[in-house]
Structure formats: structure tokens, C-alpha cells
């Protein structure tokens, strides 16, 4: 049966006739032969479309997605929130799926106009006037923050806040090996940044907090920017796009750089990618943005449109002096994220944060009321919060799998062995849970429960 | 008044209009969210947290129905261009067809449903799958292991630059120089930088190819490694690669392969055999992932076994008990991604690896030159290739006699193309190329759409010379005509605050 | 040479030409077809059965790649007008925006992949959502029971008919004739006739509704029934229901009710109360299944308590054990689909009920009814109205005037709507009106659209009078212009081999 | 939260203020005051679309789709084929779903050319010269056969193989109520049409075969031409789609109308609906052709577009004396066949035919050898055929869905009680098994192996 090469074996020989050869291997005679694969790769042969399906199929059985059979309550910057079926049939439209960076803007005047969209609304999120087209996904974007706050103040030195995801650190500390940037990290006291007990030394460039932190605890904006303050430094907080629904915006509040994940914003959990790296910054910084920009314009008829612009920062252009490498980024992501938000619109995101905060903290109530678990810091939160267990994390998640949860995540499955943002005596005992608004008061009935039992 | 959601005079089907914005479309007060019904206590949420905390008013997002929304981005998706309507042959792209059965798989519950965070005795699925695609693509590369972690071909550099470093310093040395082609891709030298090395530019010679003699000038041991692409962004075979690699092995360099070209090369020669060391694939380019408009893609990392100690983690690797945990290596440069990597795309290369197999992969890097190659020698007489010798899977083309006869240049070209039912090639890229035409027709592109591309070009041409204004002109087919990009550089509007503030 | 699958110049984004028919992009040998691999042994067919009954040649389908196939039909779908796309305020057809959500319940696996043929144990999800709707529609027409076998309205029309015919042969009465008014749908006196009736057509009168005058003066005793659409196709609600209803029950006949229109009252008034005794329902318009194109829909029927022996058979019925299994009435007229009736468009209907309920029923009723009369009030000094009363959810507007005045007809109205980026309504029905433009906005579109709407209409009635060419030519902005239908008649081209035999 | 109305109650109250209404109430002030509902509707309260698509999750829950847990052998007019994605994906598009009949040409191309497709691979498929643009069903196909045959013929009485799938003779019987048609079966003997033995009487119209028949067994349609000779009558022919593939073309014996059901041709088992039904016929009924048509032309500047034609058939324009009442058919099946049709080709539709009859023979192969099962008829046969069973066929079937299996169906099931077609001995222990290429050589092992058991 067929592939999807559409050549028949006639034309392939007329095609070759055309250019004078007398096989297919001739095509590669500029390959030195020694190189070439004598007995081709040690790969299975071909198969077919349906049997390649039903591999896939099969693979897929032996995980366990979240739904009626494991109903999902673990969130750690991947959250099961709603997302309609009028997001998955608009951001699956071919032209969006299948068009490449919009190199020709005559012809992508749809994807273009999507990510003009999807700028402003996240520009609205963050409370800041600039937006990029997206980067990669959470840990990347906050990278990119640090990177664009260290070359605007020319100091490497970043003080980052333990609150920030442990992976998030652990991206910001390998790309730092490149970048030579020297993070510094500021300890959590009862789940809030303790700005006071920041390492001392050279003025900083950069403060970097969460809001809310890993532990699902909320910051005090207001304290991180008057550390900033003492050095001059930019202030870059990673915000999750959600709690942003009821928040005051960290652009109101001094950010100078707004990062986050922007999965929650139409994305499935997708085992944690293709994810979508939320990237806003002030005015003075728009020459240092990482990664494409979408403008409005006019053509030359007068009509409104939309390209690429600022092109000069990017590497295709500006190449070892470019303010990022990023080219490929996650623009579907971008297009869904912006049809999202244009279906939840400012009252249903307020919804839908609202809702997963009384979720979560009805969830905690039982848990600690019911069943006495005792929480892990005391400090405000919203949808998320970490509560720490008698048993190990693992064994408590591996008990209410079995009873139809994922219970939450590990802490110390985030944790790098490095990583002090917990106490020792804790680590292993610490479970970070997420409530959405999509999880009934049967559900949270059922997993307190379940969790009480589990968690001894 | 707001603008109607019901009118699509902007559908190129009915008319020329702009598409309002979503904002424009905006009504205050209408809503299309719907939440299920829960039951869960609905306290106020300003007695759960600080009022302090809260914003007062909520934000400015749109306000519309259901209808408008899908009206809007329907009309939004007709003015778009997508491999699904036509031929894209947008060189160094490799914008191929790819198959829906795909978006199926990317979208089973099985795969689509599972959160990162879930433990690996629920998730053997995905790392089952995510081994054996690491097994895959070193078999494809002739590398000993890899990272799947990089969510795109500039994050497989950074990472490639990164494990230089780490091998490097892991020998106590300090080397501060990496060597590109002057024909690289702007990804390259961007990477360099943010690699904390040094960028060497080394220039083609008149084949197009590495000038090996320039390049051993520039080798010595502050020389970390070399970034090539091969086949080159010039479409060519860097014939002297033994050569090369040698001459950077001897001073202590490590060989990168940028895999943006692999399409070309797959099932006929790998890396690995070449003498590179650290190799990163576009899978959205050579292994069925759609690009979405500008991504998502990944940029899995291969490499050596000297190098393996030094992959980033956690890796998912095989367990005694023939199951797939979770490990870090030893020496580690640590982790690049939030999660796993941007794992539905890992999990469609992986379907595409499986469907083509051993032989199927070779056919598509042979279907992907023949089809290069016939375009290069059909259109050899009308836009002379930057160099005239075989290519591979993608040829550069030049419309400088074109420019210099009628004053039609290569943007004219691209633009008159989009007239004639064609994406344009890629222009002015590589730099090296004067007035470059970088075209890619990929293996999925049939004999006869070659025809009528080729066809296309040659008309354009004559055309020029009759009537250049023509191609000026153009697109005048197309929704928007030629945009003004310097105004919209000038004064930036980036949001729609921004025009409203400009107007 | 076949013609080139990747060429894009007849998506109206880039060009306007032609699409080849997929036959002319097939190139002998070329396939897209995959199978699963079996492992059943290969037996050649003609040991299997007698060679005689084989065919010698496959049939002549194309042989397409599946890149073409896509090119082909995505070019196909930028060529097609959609209710996504924009406003489709075609009267009588009810184009509302039918919400994604239902289009995923259509596809769930649950539903989509149960064999018709499944024993009631294995399918009781099936059976019970069925007889949820049975109870839903009877409780939204005021019927007693239903069958949801019929496949459309005119389906459900026939089925009517002949519960009728079984009725009155129950009662040993030989009915020859059913009356309908001048207004009624084509399928009322096509369905009538396959019901074995003679059609009795009775006028409207100087309002648009049945003249019941003249409607007693040909009721009689041989009279089988009436069909009477409420509101009617003038959009006007039948005020005399109850008089008419008297008085066809007096002489001993049924009254039929299709609905058709039953957006207009959904919630509001129900067919049963006003005296009906056989309604249809067109799922379809009212509940939530897109057209298609042209179809699916579903047409089932709901009837009194005095009919319901009579119903199609097998019904989903609640078994004493709490289930649901099939039973047959015992009079029943017998089966009317290859199946159960359009199963997953039952499940929309379903699922669309449930989500309105109670008073979301209402509201749409109310919205589609507020809308169609807003537009009657703001056209009526451009396109007067053919009766000057409120309407119920469409408006039947009249070019009359205009026509006489610059020779501008109805259908050119029609055509230069569609170059002001709104689909046409229906033009030149009802029959009994002149030059009719019969509007439907529906409740699914929003103030701002029906302003715009309203200034297309103004702005081409005052076009008209400066330069009525213009509406003669319209439309041009389209990716064909008027097509020559006599010349589509005279010399019927209907496949690939018409052509090939006419050229 | 929201419906799908757009309108807001400011907006509301504008309008109604626009008509001068006091209330939305007043709208309906032309319904006789006691007719209209007082207390509303009955129903429950409307709900929220995520509760709407939880609910019907949960019905489709209480079904037992095939796939993985209930291997599908069942066939009975529909069938279990491979249908791709990339049919799915298109024949999914937004513009040919949410579109309408298309009565505006100029902007509905994309479904009239579609259509234009259709109707040539249904022509081609039948060997016949013209073809609708779809039906129903194959059941309603059959009655538009007959229809048309009576009329062309002037002749009532219509010669009906029992051959021809029960369900459909049940619908026949059911509409010739109205149309007066007097249908005659013609029994069957050992699995084929015995034309000798059909009753006799004056010259009938139309003679119905189905090839094959609904046992499964090849008709030999030159006897039922000759049949329709003596009399003068119009030859009408059930076909299957997929058997087509590679039987002689019904049009190249004489069959004068080809009707058949096309869910084989990319549609899901949807539990019997919406289906399609196919429609072609010879040139000379053209006129007479029940449905929508449509054909080729041009435009005012000369550019191939389509139409629909031959309008003066239809019920709109002819009324009373229409062809047929239909009007909204099974457009978007029949654009899915026709993407199906072109995803499979001549080779891949032979290929399908040609699997499904190997398939189906071995597994007869080791019902009986393997495993002594009978088979009801000998006649020759391609994917489908009858087996007689020792249990009642209902037990048999119950047996084999614990087993994971959709054992076939039972031929009682389908039959009506005055159905004749099969002894009345063996009516009940008879299960009619269908076998598609998508089976593999394990699964009709473990089948036949679970039938023996069960067939007991
Ligand atoms: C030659 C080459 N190298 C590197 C890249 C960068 O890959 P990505 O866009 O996935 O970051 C590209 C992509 O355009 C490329 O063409
Ligand atoms: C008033 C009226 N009656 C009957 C029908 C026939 O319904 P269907 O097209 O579903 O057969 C229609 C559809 O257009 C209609 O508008």
C-alpha cells in the first residue's frame, strides 16, 4: 500500500531521465561513499497508517490520563481547567495548524491578526504594554526575563525567589552556565519570599518572585519591587495567567518583566508539552524583547494589516548580537491561548479563578477540618496548596491513584537534590495540591477523604 | 457601536475588508463561558484572601457570544495560507505535508490527558515511548543517546553548546571560540552567544562549501567546536566533511550538526558517520509535525558517548524490572524544559519513525532531492542557481540577472508567486547569496505541482521583462496588498491599546 | 498531464480560478490508501468466489495522494459559504449557529461507534437517550408519543400521511383528500401525493393566513386532513388555529403540524394545544444539527394519544425492570428508516434540549422572534413587507417596489447581499407572494449584525436607483459569477464522464 | 453563565423599545392568549454545556461501542471499514457542516463541486450513467427505486427478492401504504433468488434484487434481468458499495437503477444513523431521478462552476406532481463518501473488497473445519455470510460479548414477524457474521474459537 509520496515509479524514472541519471543513488554521489548507509538503518520496516494507530493506541493504554478514572487534583504549573470544544475545533483549523512563521504577511494576515490579539490580551494580563508572539513554555520565558533584565542593567547578579518552580530554577540555572549569570537564591519563610534573609554582595540586576509561588502561597509584590528598588534592578515576576483573573496585575504592581505558563489557557496537560511561554515587558524594554512581535500596519491601498516588526532584535536578523535565539516557538499555543481567553472573557476568567479558590480552599477545609491534615505554609492562596503528609509523597499519590485521584505532586519529585526551597525534614513528605473549577464538591468530598486515609 | 460578528466581507470568498478585532467585536456584558456546575460552597472571594490582593475591576478580555467568536476566527483562518491549501515551498522550512492521522494521535486521551507530573508507574506509556523514540532518532543520527527535552531546533543548539561547554570544562579547559559557516542559520551564531562563546565566522568557497583551508586557519585550542548544517543552507553537500572533522578533532573541537536539514540525508547518511559529535533535529521539520504558524516544534539533542554523562535530565531510561524510570546522568548539565519536552510532537516523530521505517525514510530524503533537483535544472536557464552543481533536498536560486534586466527582484518574485497559487521561497537567505530565491519543494510535492511551480516562476520572469511593474505590484489577489513594514516599525502598535492610543 | 494538486490559485485567498475535479488531479498509480496489516491468508478472490461475477477492471476512482486529496477538498471548503462564516438569514431554513460542543457529543465513541444491530443490553445508553428525547419533544409539541425514525421533515411528512391513512382506515374510512394552504412547502403537496392523497389547496387571505371561509368550504367528509405550518412560511402566526381546528375535526379529519417553524414558538405555544394531532419536528432547524451542506437533519414525528397505535416500529420503550428494549404498536403503520432514524442527530437534539430546558427553550424562541421583527420594522419603508403585521421569527419582505421602480429584482438583491458579505435569504417563496425576500435572522446573531445587515439591504435598494447595473452584475467579488443554469439544463453535465462526452 | 444568545438585556430592552413593545412577551400577543403555555415547559432547567457533554458521556458509558472490548463482526447493511483521519479531518471542515442546501451557486462551489465528485465515483461504482446527490438511506433508496420503476413503467406490482435486507422490505411495505405499489416477494432457495418460484400475476414494473443479498450470498443478476424482460419491467439492484469494488457493475448486467446504502463509504456505525443512500439510474429516467442533481456549467465570464439542475423535478418547483418529497438528504455523507472514494482509489476499494471476502472466508474456513459450525446457504458469498446455530442466536450473541466479540446478528432480529426469508425452523438460530479487512488473523481465531463455545 501507499505512503505519502506521491511519486509513481514511472515519474521517478522519467524524473531522473530529466536529469540525466540512472538511479535514485546518484542523487547522493556528492556523499562520499565511505559514508553512506551500506545496509540501510536498523529501524523495523514500514507500516501502515492503521497499524501505527493502533501502536500509538496501545501506548496510550498503559498510561493513565486524568478524567472519570483518575480524576486530577495535581497541578504544579499544569492545570486541568475547562476548555470547550468551540477552542479545539477553531485553534485545529488547518490554516492555523499547518502555515508556517508568516514570512509573506499578504497571506498571513490570520495568524498574524491572532497573535495581534493574543499580544493584547496578555499585554491586559500582565498590566504591561508589550507582549511578544510566545517562547517555548514557563522556564524558558523566565530565562528570557532574566536574560533581558541583566542586559538592560549590565549586572549578571539575580536574586531569585525559592517561591519560583523548581523546575523554572533548574532551567535558569543550566542556561546560566551559558550566560554566565550568577543566581542567587532568597529562602521562603512560611511560603512567602523572605526578602530580609537575601544573600548579601554586588547590586543585583534582577529580583525574579512567583505569584503565585510553587507552593500556590501569594506573594507581596509590593516587598519584591522595594528589593528591586535598593539596586536599581528590574523586577520579573512569573504569574500565573489564571490567578491573574483576580490578582492585581504585577504591571500595577512595579514589574518591569511579566513571565508565566500559559498552558492553562486552552492547553490539554499534554505530558507537559507543547506548552506556551507567557512573555510581557514595559515600553523601554521593547527593543530588548525576546522572540517575534506582531505590528499593525497598512498596505498600500490604505487597508489595515499586520506583520512582523522590530525585526532587528531577532537572530535572522541581528544573528550573535540577537536579543534571543528563539525562531520555531509555540504561536498555536499563542492563536489558542487568545480564543480561550476570548471565550472565558473578563468575567468568565474572573469565574473561573474565583471558583478554583473555593474549590481549593473548601478542599483544604475538609482536609484539615474532616480529616486533619496539616497544611505546609500558612500563607494566603488561591487554587493551590501544599500539605504535608505522616507517609511518604509517592506512596499517599500511589495509594489515591489506586482509589480513582492523582492526589496532587510530589514536592520533592520537583526538587533538584540542591534545592533548599522546602525544610529536609519535610521534603519527602510534602504534597502540592490543585483544585480547578471543574472539580465537583463530590469529587473534593471523595479525594479528602480518600487522601485522609491515604496520607497516615 | 461594536463591530458584527455575522459580516465576512473579509472572507476572501466575499470580499477584501479587514477582519475586525476581537476586541472590535466586543460587547460589553455578552459572554460565551460556560462552567459546570459543581456545588462547591461559593464564598466570596475576598473573605479567602487579602482583599489587598485582589483587582478591582476584572481584565479588559473580549466580550463576545459563541457565534462571533467562531465567525471571527473562521473568517480570520480563510485568510490564511497553510500547506493544506497549496504547495509551500519555503526553503530551509521543509514545510511537507503532514499526515492528519497524526493530529488523531496527538489528540488520544492516552497521550493528550496525562499531566507531567504523574508518577512514572502511571505513565509507562509515555516513557515506554519517549525511550524507544531516543532509540530511533541516535539509530537516525548514529549518536549513542539523546535529550528529548528541547522544544526547538535554536533550544537543541543552546543545549548542544551547553554540553560542548560542560565536555570541555569536564577536561579542565577553557576554550572561548566557536566556528560557523558564513552561510549558518541565524540560529547558530544566537546560540553561540548565549552559549558564552565567541563567534568564528568561516566563509564558503566558490562551490559554496566550508573553504577547509580558511577553516584550518581559524582552528586552534581556544576553538570549543564547529556548527555545521549538511547538507549546508545553501542546499549542498559539505563534501569535505571527513576532512573537517578531522581538522576540528585534532585541535580539541567538537562537531555540531544542525539538523534543520536531515530531510535531505535521512536513511542515506547520518551524522554520527560523518564524524559529529552533537546533533539536533527539527522534528517539525523532517518527522510530521506541523508548524502551527511558527511552532510548536522540538529540537531533540543527540550525541557521542563521550557526551552522554553530560545530557541534560531527567532522561527516561529502562529499569531492571523492564519497566522506564526517570534518571539523571551523572555529570548532567541539568534541565531545559519545564516538563519532558514538548512531548505530543515527540510523540508524532516517534508515529512517523514507526510508519516509515528503514526503507520509507530513505524514500523520503530521495523523493525530497529528486524534487530539488529537477527544479534547479528546469529553472537553471530563468534564475541561475547560486551554484550550479547538484543539490540536495532544497536549491538556491537567484533572480540577479532578473534584477539586473528588468529591475524585478526577488521579493517581486515571492510576491508574484503568491498570485500565481504558490507560497513564495524563502528570500535573502542565506546571506552569502545575492538576490536569493531558497526553494524547497519536499518529498510530498508531486511531479506535476513541480511542473506548474516551475511554470509559475518562468511566467513571472518573461512577464518582468514585458511589464516589471507588474511584479512591483504584486500580490493584488491576495486580502492586504504589500504591507508597510517601516511604518509599522516606526510607530509600534503591538496591541490594541496601542491604536487606540495612536488614533 | 493530469493537473497539479498543489497549485492554490482557486482558494479565493490567493486567486479565482477553477478547482480541477479530483478526477483530473489523478494520475494513474498514485494512491493514498493504508491498511491494516491482517495477517489473513491472501487468498486470490477469484479461487473464493465464481470469476464470472468479478469484475475485470477496478473501478475508475481517482487515484489521488493524500496531500492532494487535502489540497483539493481544503481549496473546495474556501469556496464554500458557512453559518461559520457569517450571518445566513435564509428564511425558512433556520441557519442558526449550532454550538462546537455538539459536534464532539456527535463524535463520542460512546455514541458514534455502537453498531446499529447491538442487542438492547449492549446498548441501553442508545435506548435510554431516545426515549429522553421521545419525552422531550412530546412535552415541546404537547403530544403523547413519537417516533424518531423519519430521516427529515419530509419524512416526517409521509409518515404523517400515512398515520392518517391508518387512522381513517381503522375507522373503515376511505379519506381521498388533504388540504393544504397556497403558502404550504413543496414537500407538503409532494408528500401528500406519496401518501396516496389529492391535494386540496385552500388561499391565504388579505393577512397571509389560511381563509378559513374559504377553508369550510371545501372541508368535507372525504377530507383525510389538513397540513398547516404555525407559524406559516409568510413568518405570520395562523390566529384562527383553534376555528381551523374545529372545524377540520368536525368533518372528522387530522390536523397536521409541520414544524418547520417551530424556532418561531419552542417554549411558547405548543402545536398540541392549538388542536394539532401529527407534528413533525425538523431537528434540524430548531435543535442544534447543522445543514450539512444539505443534510443530515431528522423529522420526528409526535402524535396524539388517539395515534399512537399506529406509530413506526420498533420504539425504545421502558421495560418493567427499570430498562429500555424495542416493541412494535400493534397497528403500526411499520418501519420507516434502514435503522433507527438519524441516531447521532437525535443525540444533538438531545443534548440541545438539555442545555436550553425550561426557559432557555423560551429564550430562543423569544431572541429568533425579537429579531426577525426588528428587521420588519427597520426594512419595511425600503422593502415592504408582503403583509404588514408582526411577524413571528422570519419576515417575508417584497423587491417589488424597487423592481418597479429601477428593475431590480429580488434575486439581484439576493446576489449583491452576498458581495456585502451576507449570505441571501430565501428569494421567490412563498409562491403566492411577488418578487419575495423571506429573512430568518435567528436568535443566534447579535444586534450589531442584524444594523449591518439592514444597512446592506439600505444601501443596495439606494444603489439601485443611481446604477441598477450594478445589482444585475452582482455578484463579482465572488470566485464565480452568475452561473447559466438553462445552459446546466439544456445539456446535463452530472459526472466527470458528461464531460468527457461533451468535449 | 451564558447560552449561545448573543443578546444582552440592555440590547433586549433597546429592541423591544424599537418596536415599541413593553415586553418580550408582547411579541407573541398575535397567540390566542389561552393557548399559550402558562407554567412553561415540563423540563428540567437548562444546564451548563460541560454538565450537557458530562451527561451524555455518561449515556454513551452505558453503551458498548466496538473497538479493543467488543471486536466487531456484525454487518447486516452496516460495516466496520477503515476510515482514516484524513477523511475525518475534511469531511469535519466547518464550511460543508454548517452549510445549506446550495441555493446561492456563487458561493457555494466548495459543496456543489464536492457533489459533482459524488455523484460520478456513485455512477461509476453502479455503471450506470447518472446519480443523485444522495438519499436517505439505503432503505428510502430502495423506495425512490421503486417509485421511479413504477412510474416509468405504469405498472404497480413490483417482484421483491427476499434477498433484499429485511429492514428494507419492511420499508417498503410501509410507504407502498401510500403509494399503492403491490410488492411481491420472491423466495429464496439455498441462499439465491428462485425467480421461478415468484408468484404469479399481471406484468409487474420493477424486479428487486440485492447483490449480494442480506445473507450475504452473490445473486446472479442475469436471471433477475431475464425476469424483468419478460415483462417489460425496470431492473433495480441494492448494491453494495464496497462489494462493487469488485463485482461486475449492476449497470453492465442491465440493472436499470442502482440503489445501496453507503455508510461503508466513511461513515461511523453512529447506530444506524445518518447513513446515505446511493442513487443511480439509466439516461432515460434522468427526468425521473428523485432528489437533487447537479451539473455542470458556466459563468457569465466563462469559468467552469456547478449548479444544481434539473430543478423542475423537484417538490419546490413541481409540487404535488414532484418526483420524490425529499429535500434535505445526506449531502455531508456524500461528500464524506466521495473524500473516501478518493482516499482509497480503484486499488484500495478493490483491496478492501477483496481483505474483507478473504477475511470473511477464513473465517467461515474455521468455523467449519475448525469448529463444525454450519453454514446456512452454500451460494457463493464475499464478506458476509449466515451460519446456523445449536443456541437461540440472541444467547449466542450474549455469550460472545462477554467474550469481547460483536458476534454478527441475529437474523430474527432483522426480520419482520411475516418475513418468510428464512425457514422458520432455523429463523432463530441463525446469526449472520460480517468480516471487514480491519480484522486481523488473531482476532477471527479468537472469534471462531468463541463461537464454537457459544454457539452450543
Ligand atoms: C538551518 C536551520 N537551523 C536552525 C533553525 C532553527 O530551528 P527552530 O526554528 O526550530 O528553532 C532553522 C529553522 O528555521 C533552520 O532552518
Ligand atoms: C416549511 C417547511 N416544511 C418542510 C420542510 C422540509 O423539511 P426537510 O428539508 O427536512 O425535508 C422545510 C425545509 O426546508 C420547510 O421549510
Known sequence: ?456 | MSAPGGRARSAPLLGRDAEPTIFELSVPGRSACQLRTTGVPATPLDELVDPGLLRTEPVALPEVSERDLVGHVTRLSHRQFSVDLGAYPLGSCTMKYNPKAFDEIAAMPGLADVHPATPAPLSQGWLELLCELERELCEVTGMHAATLQPAAGAAGELTGLLLMRAFHDAHGERRTKVVIPDSAHGTNPASVTLGGYEVVTVPSDGRGLVDVDALRQVLDHDVAGIMLTNPNTLGLFEEEIEEIAAAVHEVGGLLYYDGANLNAIVGVVRPGDMGFDIVHLNLHKTFATPHGGGGPGAGPVAVAERLVEFLPGPRPTRTEDGGVGWTTPPRSIGRLHSWHGNALVLARAHAYLRLHGRDGLRRVAERAVLNANWLRVRLAPTYAPAFDRPCMHEVVLTATALKRASGVRALDVAKRLLEEGFHAPTVYFPLVVDEALMVEPTETESPQTLVALAEAFERIAEEATADPERAHEAPLTTPVRRLDEARAARRVIATEDDRTAAT
Open chain 1, 1 to 456: 500500500m501507499a505512503d505519502y509520496l506521491p511519486h509513481t515509479d514511472a515519474e521517478v524514472a522519467e524524473m531522473l531521465g530529466f536529469l540525466g541519471l540512472g538511479g535514485l543513488d546518484e542523487l547522493f554521489s556528492v556523499v562520499p561513499a565511505a559514508l553512506r548507509l551500506a545496509g540501510g538503518l536498523a529501524l523495523d520496516a514500514g507500516r501502515s497508517e492503521p497499524d501505527v494507530v493502533g501502536e500509538l493506541e496501545a501506548l496510550g493504554a498503559q498510561n493513565r490520563p486524568i478524567g472519570r478514572d483518575l480524576v486530577c487534583f495535581a497541578g504544579a504549573g499544569a492545570y486541568d481547567h475547562e476548555v470547550p470544544a468551540v477552542v479545539r475545533a477553531l485553534a485545529g483549523r488547518s490554516e492555523f495548524v499547518t502555515a508556517y512563521t508568516p514570512y509573506q504577511a499578504e497571506v498571513a494576515q490570520g495568524v498574524l491578526q491572532a497573535v495581534f490579539e493574543y499580544q493584547t490580551m496578555v499585554a491586559r494580563l500582565a498590566g504591561l504594554p508589550v507582549a511578544n508572539a510566545s517562547l517555548y513554555d514557563g522556564a524558558t520565558a523566565l530565562v528570557e526575563g532574566l536574560n533581558l533584565a541583566t542586559a538592560a542593567t549590565g549586572r549578571p547578579r539575580v536574586l531569585l525567589s525559592a517561591g519560583v518552580h523548581p523546575h523554572w530554577r533548574a532551567v535558569a540555572a543550566t542556561l546560566a552556565r551559558g550566560t554566565g549569570h550568577a543566581l542567587e537564591e532568597v529562602p521562603l519563610d512560611d511560603g512567602r519570599t523572605a526578602w530580609a534573609s537575601a544573600p548579601q554582595g554586588a547590586p543585583v540586576g534582577a529580583v525574579v518572585v512567583a505569584q503565585p509561588n510553587w507552593l500556590g502561597c501569594l506573594e507581596d509584590l509590593a516587598a519584591a519591587r522595594r528589593r528591586a528598588d535598593v539596586d536599581g534592578a528590574l523586577l520579573v515576576v512569573a504569574a500565573d495567567p489564571i490567578a491573574a483573573g483576580v490578582l492585581r496585575a504585577p504591571g500595577s504592581l512595579g514589574a518591569d518583566v511579566v513571565v508565566g505558563e500559559g498552558q492553562a489557557l486552552g492547553t490539554r496537560l499534554s505530558f507537559g508539552g507543547p506548552y506556551l511561554g507567557l512573555f510581557a515587558c514595559a515600553r523601554e524594554q521593547v527593543r530588548r524583547l525576546p522572540g517575534r512581535l506582531v505590528g499593525e500596519t497598512v498596505d498600500v491601498a490604505g487597508t489595515r494589516g499586520y506583520v512582523t516588526t522590530l525585526r532587528a532584535r531577532e537572530q535572522d536578523i541581528r544573528r550573535e548580537k540577537a536579543t534571543s535565539n528563539v525562531c520555531t516557538n509555540q504561536t498555536l499555543m499563542a492563536v489558542t491561548a487568545a480564543i480561550q481567553l476570548s471565550w472565558l472573557g473578563p468575567e468568565g476568567l474572573r469565574e473561573v479563578a474565583t471558583r478554583s479558590a473555593q474549590g481549593a480552599h473548601y478542599c483544604l477545609d475538609q482536609l484539615r477540618t474532616a480529616h486533619g491534615v496539616t497544611v505546609t505554609a500558612s500563607a494566603p492562596f488561591l487554587r493551590e496548596f501544599a500539605v504535608t503528609t505522616t507517609a511518604p509523597a509517592e506512596v499517599v499519590l500511589a495509594r489515591l491513584a489506586d482509589e480513582g485521584f492523582l492526589g496532587g505532586v510530589a514536592a520533592a519529585a520537583l526538587m533538584a537534590d540542591e534545592d533548599r526551597s522546602l525544610p529536609p525534614e519535610v521534603r519527602d513528605r510534602t504534597v502540592v495540591v490543585a483544585v480547578t473549577e471543574r472539580r465537583t464538591k463530590a469529587e473534593i468530598d471523595g479525594f479528602a477523604a480518600a487522601f485522609a486515609k491515604a496520607a497516615r
